[in-house]
Each structure stands twice: as structure tokens, then as C-alpha cells.
């Protein structure tokens, strides 16, 4: 019998007008060669561009970029664009330079994880293996 | 031994000339022992490969730096790229930086306005003031020079897509405290190829863009002669990930890129290539670092003689800009940082720079606090005044690894841009894709060995804390973003409505067309038409430039 095993998927998404995606380009690469499925939007989206991306390429979670500063606006942003987009049961995780009293505002609007500089690719990618799972068992 | 011929050619004219005019800070430089140190160590025995291959400072193909004295001459620039939140906040840290003998402005616009866009636009939430100072007018731009004399001191603009429009804003500043435009100095980036690579902050597709880069160019040579009309920068593309040598052959590739569209739309070489300047990275490989900036310029140097057939002298040197390499800041023990920074430092004096920025060692986190960055300006000041590496020019030359790996990496870089050529271009290989790939892979490579333990980064991957103290943070207030879409509203009140959208009319039409569009432009900012206005029709003219993913 050889069933199929479907692979996580992910959208790797750039709010807003941060142009630095060094990090979103390699955290996208690293999940694939760990073997999810990962669009990446490319930079300058719109919280509701990524949203519908999302939910086009049926993602099973949303990784958000930001370096700018501008986290505190947007990645809520996306959780919101993502509840009126029909898609509330996807999980957003972010990352970028986020001073720590901002991860727990950021959790509290909805974000599952944030990874600040250093964090270990093991940890997130597992985190994003963890997202995936609980939201197709969800 | 008698003095090489050469040698002696070089001292009668090069340096007897450049001496004659700006002597050096000290009239002998000397030692703790109280020996002379002498300007330029050469080697004994000065054959046809040195001659060719390094020659003498201020002298093709300029390995050895760009004048014939170098730092014993006059220091490099120290400039630090600053600006945050409103212009009266930013003016107030350009006059504090100006009193802690920083000798130059470098200004760094938030994002919106990089991407000309006003604060009140749908596309600026959340990010106006944030990673530099909001410029909506004239009237922003006038508060942010408040008090800074535009023909004292010369400023760096870090823009890009929009930089005729923040160029024309500082020229109308200058007008206004009554500098000429040919006493104004300072320099644009106005390198759009490094942002469609690299950067991010495009607006319009390459080649609209590159006729407004050739329109500056054309406009400034005729009103600003003194301004530098663009910073061809490999310094994003290092940040993105590049090797060394790649910083070197994408920047050069881009350079000739822009030389040649200028060539094309009929502009004089030798008037426009002498206000080209350049900007790299400092890493926090050392040596591979000060090779790589005396690759650059002789690159630079061929490339310009060989191929374009440049005459002027002026024309042929690589003049450059460097910051340390941002990328390198770690977010744990931030103090490391300043070590990092130091190296980083060194490695762009000991290859000649024209002028420095230094990171501060916060800045993993955030902007920088006021005291970081006089840490991160001290560091220079430590570097110029203690270290003694500035007293004699060049002085890693004729080390077998330095000029052995200065070989390198201009071969390297070399075949990369014959490459790049023979692909059809900078822009086709932008459109495709192949110049970003390039990186992507090298940033790859590089953070995999980080995570492999291959490369150990000290505090991050390897002799770790746990870290109870959180430094101070820089936060911009949210209610910035308030008060600057209050202001806009206010200058568009005030000023004369009709007058701005007849000029606005007659910008769209000139944009249809072949004219320079400089003149209005300039036309434009003076009545107090945003910025977002003058690129919203330029948009609705050129289009957008949308990225690939």
C-alpha cells in the first residue's frame, strides 16, 4: 500500500515595506530541505495579500518577516486579514528583531511563535512541524 | 640603491601637487621611539608587475588608494548614518553627532518615504518614522536642516527610487538659507539595480528608473558639480549574503550598467564618471576585507580605462563610502559587538576608505540609543588618532597573502561580470533572477555552516550566557505616525493647491516624453508638492516594479 504522506506546507510571507528578506529566504529554504512544502510571497505584501495567498495555496501554517520595526502592526494585522479571509485555524509564527516585551503582546494577538536572532534553525523547524500538525489535527 | 625612476616621477608630480595644495595633518609623523615613519613602504626592487599591478597612490590603477597621500593627508569622513522619527527629532541628533566631531551628515529616511510614499498613505501603516526620519515636503526637510549650514557640511542621502525628488528638496533647502547649488555637497545612492537585487525599496521598473538616474546625472553636472550623483553599493548586497568577491562584481556590473546608459543617452564620460562614488561593506574578515576594497578599485580602475576608454583621471578612481557590516551584530552579549565593529573598522581604513560608518552594538535589537553611537563614532576617533595605522598609506601592501588575495578576488569578480555580460546584462539577470540566486545560495551556505557549529559565531553558537540584563532600547513613539499625517495636512492647507496640481500636470506630460525631468521636479518640491504626489504620478506614468518572490 503506498499511501501518500501529505507534506506541511507553509507561506513565508513579507509584510509591509521591510525589504530585508536574508532571513525569510533562508528560513523558506531550510523548511524545504527539511522537507515542507514553502511559497514565499516576496517582499512589500499587504497583511491581506498574504492572507489570501494563504489560503489559495491551502497552507497549513504563515511565517511572517519583519525588521523594520513595524511587527507590532502587521503581524497582528495578518492574524486579523486571515479570520475575515475564512482561514482563522491557520497559525501564524513570526521572527525578525523583536524586543522581548513585544513577543508577549504579539502572542496575545494570536501569534503561536516568535524567533528572535540566534534562535537555533532545529527549534524553529520544529515549531513550524509542530503548527503544521496541530492545525490538520486541529 | 638610487631611487626607482618611477618612484621618483610619482614624487615630482602626484604627490609634490597634492602636497602643494592640501599638506599633510603633521609636518613628520613619527613613532613612540621617535622614528619616522615614512609615507609609502614600496619594495625593494620595483619591477613591471608592481608598476602594473599597484603603482602609486593617486596613480593608476590606484591599488594603493585614490590620492597620492592618503589618511597622512586628511582623515576619512566620519559619517554616521542617522534618522529616526520626525525631522525636529532627527535635526536633533545630526546637531548632537555634528558637536561630537562627526565630520559629515548621512540621513536615513523611514520607509515610506524611500518608497515615495506620504505618511498618509494606506501603504505607510506602521512604518512611518521607524527606520529613519518621515519626509512628506519641503516644509520636513526644512526642519530637518534647521540650523546646519548646507555649505559646511556635506551630507549622504540613502535614496533610491525617489531620490531625484529628495535631491531637488535639498537643493530648494540650501536655496533657502542662501547656498548656491554648486556649494551644495554630499551624495544620493540613487542605485535602483542594488535595490531590485537586494534592498527592496523600488518603485518604478529598471529602465524608467535608469532614465531618471541619467536625468540627475545630467542635471547635476550642470548645477551641482560638486555633489556625487550616485553610491554604486555593494554594501545591501553583502548584507543579503554575497561572498566578497560577488560584492565586488555585482557593484562593478551595476557601475558599468549606469555608465553606459549614460553613454547611451548621450552624456559626456569624463564629466559625469568623476561624480561617481561607491559604497561597500566592512566584514569582519580582516584581510580578506582590505583586499578586497584594493580589488575593487583597480577593478574599477581597468574597467574604466580599458573598456569605456575614460581619460580623465578623476574618471578612473574608485572613491567609496563603507559601513561595518551590519549582518554581523549579534542579539546576545551586545557588548561583543563593539569588538566586532573595531576589526570591521580597521579593515576599511587599512583599504583606503573615503569615508565610515560604524554600527552600533545595539543595533541587533533596535535603532541605536544616543550612547551607542558615540561608542560606535569613538571607536573611528580611537582608530584615527591612536591606532597609527593611518600614517603610512597602504600599509598591507606587499604582504604575499594581501596581494595574492587582491589577485583573487578581481579575477573572481571579473569573471562574474564577463559573465553577467555575456547573459545579456545587469537587468536581464536581475529579471531572471540569476544575481539573486547568487546570493541566496551564498547566504545559505554561510548560515548552515553557523548552524552546522563550522563556523563558530562568539556568544551565538559558541560560548554562550544566559544574559539577565536587557539593554535600553531606542523606541520610536507611536504617535509619530499622528503627528506627521497632521503636519502633511497642514502644508497642504497652506499651500497654493492650484499652482501644485498644474505643476504636477506638466511633470506627468514631461515624464511622457524625453525631457529631464529634474527641472520639474525641482519646480514641484518648491510649492510644496509631496512626495508622494510627484511619485504617484511618475507611477501612474512608468508603472510599478513588482518582485518575483
Known amino acids: 500500500m503506498t499511501e501518500k504522506i501529505k507534506k506541511n506546507r507553509v507561506l513565508v510571507g513579507k509584510p509591509g515595506l521591510d525589504g530585508h528578506d536574508r532571513g525569510a529566504k533562508f528560513i523558506a529554504q531550510a523548511l524545504r530541505d527539511a522537507g515542507f512544502e514553502v511559497v514565499y510571497t516576496g517582499i512589500r505584501r499587504s497583511p491581506e495579500e498574504i492572507a489570501a495567498a494563504a489560503v489559495q495555496e491551502d497552507v497549513d501554517a504563515v511565517g511572517l518577516s519583519s525588521l523594520s520595526g513595524a511587527h507590532m502592526r502587521l503581524f497582528p494585522a495578518v492574524v486579523e486579514a486571515l479570520a475575515k479571509a475564512g482561514a482563522p485555524d491557520i497559525p501564524v509564527l513570526g521572527g525578525g528583531v523583536i524586543p522581548e516585551e513585544d513577543i508577549i503582546e504579539l502572542k496575545a494577538a494570536g501569534i503561536v511563535e516568535i524567533f528572535t536572532p540566534g534562535t537555533p534553525i532545529d527549534t524553529i523547524i520544529s515549531a513550524y512541524r509542530d503548527a503544521c500538525e496541530k492545525k490538520s489535527t486541529g | ?549
Open chain 2, 1 to 549: 640603491m638610487a631611487k626607482h625612476p618611477k618612484l621618483a616621477e610619482w614624487e615630482e608630480n602626484e604627490l609634490a601637487k597634492s602636497l602643494s595644495r592640501f599638506p599633510e595633518r603633521k609636518a613628520k609623523f613619527t613613532n613612540h621611539g621617535g622614528d619616522e615613519i615614512p609615507r609609502l613602504a614600496t619594495p625593494e626592487t620595483i619591477d613591471e608587475h608592481y608598476l602594473d599591478n599597484l603603482g602609486f597612490p593617486g596613480q593608476y590603477p590606484y591599488t594603493r588608494g585614490v590620492q597620492p597621500t592618503m589618511h597622512r593627508g586628511r582623515l576619512w569622513t566620519m559619517r554616521q548614518y542617522a534618522g529616526f522619527s520626525s525631522a525636529a527629532e532627527s535635526n536633533k541628533r545630526y546637531r548632537y553627532l555634528l558637536d561630537q566631531g562627526t565630520t559629515g551628515l548621512s540621513v536615513a529616511f523611514d520607509l515610506p518615504t524611500q518608497i515615495g510614499y506620504d505618511s498618509d498613505d494606506q501603504m505607510s501603516i506602521g512604518e512611518v518614522g521607524k527606520v529613519g526620519v518621515a519626509i512628506d515636503s519641503l516644509a520636513d526637510m526644512e526642519t530637518l536642516f534647521d540650523q546646519i549650514p548646507l555649505d559646511k557640511v556635506s551630507t549622504s542621502m540613502t535614496i533610491n527610487s525617489p531620490a531625484a525628488v529628495l535631491l531637488a528638496m535639498y537643493v530648494a533647502v540650501g536655496e533657502k538659507q542662501g547656498v548656491a547649488p554648486k556649494d551644495i555637497q554630499g551624495t544620493i545612492q540613487n542605485d535602483i539595480l542594488k535595490e531590485y537585487v537586494a534592498r527592496g525599496t523600488y518603485i518604478f521598473p529598471p529602465k524608467p528608473s535608469l532614465r531618471l538616474i541619467t536625468n540627475i546625472f545630467q542635471w547635476c553636472g550642470q548645477n551641482t558639480p560638486a555633489f556625487n550623483t550616485i553610491s554604486i553599493s555593494g554594501y545591501h548586497i553583502r548584507e543579503a549574503g554575497s561572498t566578497a568577491a560577488q560584492e565586488v562584481a555585482f557593484t562593478l556590473a551595476n557601475g558599468c550598467t549606469y555608465v553606459q546608459t549614460a553613454l547611451d543617452a548621450g552624456l559626456e564620460l569624463d564629466v559625469f564618471a568623476r561624480r561617481l562614488a561607491f559604497f561597500f561593506n566592512a566584514s569582519s574578515d580582516l584581510l580578506e576585507e582590505v583586499a578586497k576594497f584594493r580589488a575593487a578599485r583597480r577593478l574599477w580602475a581597468r574597467l574604466m580605462k580599458e573598456r569605456f576608454g575614460a581619460k580623465n583621471k578623476a574618471s578612473l578612481m574608485l572613491r567609496f563610502h563603507t559601513q561595518t557590516a551590519g549582518n554581523t551584530l549579534t542579539a546576545q552579549q551586545i557588548d561583543n559587538n563593539i569588538v566586532r565593529v573595531t576589526i570591521q573598522a580597521l579593515a576599511a581604513v587599512l583599504g583606503g576608505t573615503q569615508s565610515l560608518h560604524t554600527n552600533s552594538k545595539d543595533e541587533a535589537h533596535s535603532l541605536p540609543t544616543e550612547e551607542s553611537v558615540r561608542t560606535a563614532l569613538r571607536t573611528q576617533q580611537v582608530l584615527a588618532h591612536e591606532s597609527g595605522v593611518v600614517d603610512t598609506i597602504d600599509p598591507l601592501a606587499g604582504s604575499y597573502y594581501i596581494e595574492s588575495l587582491t589577485d583573487k578576488i578581481e579575477r573572481d569578480a571579473l569573471a562574474l561580470i564577463d559573465k553577467i555580460e555575456e547573459s545579456g546584462g545587469v537587468v536581464k539577470c536581475i529579471e531572471d533572477g540569476f544575481i539573486q540566486r547568487q546570493i541566496e545560495n551564498a547566504a545559505y551556505q554561510y548560515q548552515m555552516e553557523i548552524e552546522r557549529g563550522e563556523r563558530i559565531i562568539v556568544g551565538v553558537n559558541k560560548f554562550q550566557i544566559q544574559e539577565e540584563k536587557k539593554p535600553p532600547l531606542l523606541r520610536v513613539a507611536p504617535e509619530v505616525e499622528e503627528s506627521q499625517i497632521a503636519k502633511l495636512t497642514e502644508v497642504k492647507n497652506n499651500r497654493n493647491n492650484e499652482q501644485v496640481a498644474s505643476l504636477l500636470t506638466r511633470l506627468e506630460t514631461a515624464a511622457q516624453g524625453d525631457d529631464n525631468l529634474m527641472p520639474f521636479i525641482y519646480d514641484c518640491v518648491k510649492e510644496y508638492a509631496t512626495l508622494g504626489e510627484i511619485c504617484n504620478v511618475l507611477r501612474k506614468v512608468f508603472g510599478e516594479y513588482k518582485d518575483r518572490g
